[in-house]
């Protein structure tokens, strides 16, 4: 198994441990992440798409707020409402005002978004297997672990998924930022 600077060709040492673990972080993440998107294409939407219906289905018969979705989010998307646009086209998703407060609108997974969750589920549920599977239990669980730890320390300057295309500085869980300057990322 080829190591991470024979895979990117680097010549030089990484200048330390934390920066080999975080490149090879962020090539692995693509790597899952595009196999994982080779399989939702099949069915005409994106991995962020099926992120929101599989949210929405976990909802279901309730709807959620714009802000509810992004905070549920595997991956942060800027613009929300754009993306609940794509999906009300496609006829996956359907939106009414809350009779409480007529500013938020409620989106619910339509049946036909449904439907397509039922056809992919099959597919997808045998995915983490398909990735992962050549990893033993102890090894996924410490992966995961690890996992978790690291994102205690991520402080996330990128725009978080709003329902404005807006965004305030937050740490990776989807806080404030402590002692960060937010007031440029309003």
Request: with cysteine; hydrophobic share 40%; proline share 4%.
């Amino acid at each position: 198994m080829a190591g991470l600077k024979q895979e990117i060709a680097q010549q030089r040492p990484f200048a330390s441990a934390q920066e080999e673990a975080l490149l090879n972080l962020m090539r692995t993440a693509d790597c899952l992440n595009r196999a994982f998107h080779r399989t939702t294409r099949e069915w005409g939407i994106t991995n962020t798409q099926y992120n929101v219906l599989r949210i929405l289905r976990g909802a279901h018969p309730q709807g959620l707020a714009c802000s509810a979705i992004g905070s549920r989010m595997i991956t942060a998307e800027p613009d929300i409402t754009r993306l609940l646009a794509r999906l009300k086209t496609l006829k996956l998703i359907r939106q009414k005002r809350d009779h409480h407060d007529r500013r938020v609108v409620l989106t619910y997974v339509s049946d036909a978004g449904l439907e397509l969750l039922r056809q992919m589920d099959p597919v997808i549920q045998k995915l983490p297997q398909e990735l992962l599977g050549h990893l033993n239990e102890e090894d996924v669980r410490e992966f995961s672990r690890l996992l978790e730890l690291a994102r205690h320390g991520c402080d996330d300057a990128v725009a978080p998924p709003t329902c404005t295309g807006e965004g305030k500085t937050l740490s990776c869980d989807g806080t404030a930022a402590v002692g960060k300057d937010t007031a440029a990322a309003v």
